[in-house]
């Protein structure tokens, strides 16, 4: 008899470069389903940027943490993470950096020192950290800072605003009231106790590139962005567009991270140039101010919850206009804007419009209609409009 000799085959090698192109156009079903990577929770904290020219960061997606944390977490500064909104189950990907890398000067502040006074708080309930730090800010080595954008849309805005109803009266007139002004201190303390928790899970694999990208603006009452695209003549119409589509050319020459429905900010040096527009004119003093808001409406394909955007692999298209909510300005940090007179009339029309955010089974059958009323020129569309920015409420129309 014969021996049959039965070879054994080595598992092929596949080159890392190689198993990024074959995961990228994969199927990922389980994208979100990894039971074996490890889930850690933490209290939210609001980046402030001082600089948001930078294009190497994606200031619509980061998350940021101490190199204490980073490590304790064994994840790399630059890695993408999955951020998860525990009470709606929103997740989005995100790219985690390190807020005191080695080099940079840190202050060595004790715990007790991050629990810091309202004044420091954003919307009343998030801690703030400045990125890149500055040397007076303060750290807290448990809390995980997210983009503005981001915990936008990880509706995590909707949460403080639950939180701050959910406080009372006086502490919803606290949050209503202009940031120049000092607020009841014992409610916005009260506030403060209350923290909002995200999860955070190591990203198993990195999504699929979507091969066709339609995003619209984003109409933002107080910045006439889309009026200004009408402009004198075809030739400024035409220079601004190119101006808008060079922008996105450029900020998608690096993987991003989107989902349909989500709202990314570019920076353009935008100005209608109208000497009777004065949000031009203030944006023009201040250079923070000059964030055009897109909205994705649409991807193919359309079968994962998030996919990586990039202008050589994905086709992108702009599709004009849209309505959006939009963050609130004290997440944003944006200009303030007019400032009613009629403080009254702000918290009433708050207290209305406030606890929509909080959908019951009863409230969910109804729309909100309120009338405002009185002489031309007493201020009822500058209360309408602040008290929507707070909220995050369109009123282009308005």
């Known amino acids: ?24 156009t994969a199927p990922t079903n389980n ?5 074996s990577c490890p889930t850690f ?4 904290g609001i980046l402030r940027f001082s600089n948001l020219t930078n294009p190497s960061l994606d200031h619509s997606a980061l998350i940021a943490f101490s190199t204490r944390l980073l490590k304790t977490l064994s994840i790399t500064s630059g890695s993408p993470v999955l951020v998860k909104n525990i009470d709606t189950n929103t997740q989005k990907i995100a790219v985690a950096v390190a807020l005191d890398p080695p080099g940079t000067s840190t202050n060595e502040d004790s715990p007790s020192s991050s629990s810091s006074s309202s004044s420091s708080r954003i919307m009343l309930v998030f801690p703030s950290c400045d990125f890149p730090r500055s040397g007076g800010s303060v750290l807290d080595d448990q809390v995980a800072y997210l983009s503005p954008l981001l915990a936008f849309n990880l509706n995590l805005h909707v ?12 502490a919803l007139a606290s949050y209503f009231r202009p940031q120049g002004k000092r607020g009841d201190e014992d409610a916005a303390k009260s506030t403060v106790d209350s923290a909002i928790n995200v999860e955070l899970e190591p990203l198993g694999q990195p999504p699929k590139f979507v091969s066709l990208l339609r995003v619209s603006f984003v109409k933002i009452p107080e910045c006439g962005i889309l009026d200004s695209i009408r402009a004198s003549s075809p030739v400024e119409s035409q220079e601004r567009q190119d101006m808008i589509d060079l922008a996105l050319q450029k900020y998608f020459e690096v993987d991003r991270y989107l989902s349909k429905g989500d709202v990314f900010g570019i920076n353009i040096s935008w100005n209608c140039n109208s000497p009777i527009c004065i949000p031009c004119n203030q944006r023009s003093l201040n250079k923070d101010d000059n964030l055009i808001c897109f909205k994705v409406v649409g991807m193919e394909p359309s079968d994962e919850p998030v996919f990586r955007v990039n202008k050589t692999l994905t086709a992108l298209v702009l599709v004009g206009s849209s309505s959006s909510a939009l963050p609130p300005d004290l997440l944003i940090g944006g200009a303030e804007g007019p400032v009613p007179l009629q403080g009254d009339t702000v918290n009433l029309l708050a207290s209305i419009l406030t606890p929509t955010f909080c959908p019951s089974v009863l409230s969910s059958k109804f729309r909100v209609s309120v009338l405002l009323y009185g002489l031309a020129g007493c201020g009822k569309r500058t209360v309408v409009r602040y008290v929507a920015r707070r909220l995050g409420l369109h009123s282009g129309g308005i």
Not at 41 to 44: I, K, S
Not at 159 to 170: F, N
């Open 31 to 35: 994208l979100f389903q990894h039971q």
């Open 1 to 24: 008899m014969k021996k049959k000799m039965v070879e054994r085959r080595r598992k092929p090698l596949i080159l890392c470069s190689t198993k990024h192109v074959i995961i990228s």
């Open 159 to 170: 949460a403080c605003l639950k939180s701050v109803l959910h406080h009372g009266q006086d």
């Open 41 to 44: 929770r933490f209290p939210v």
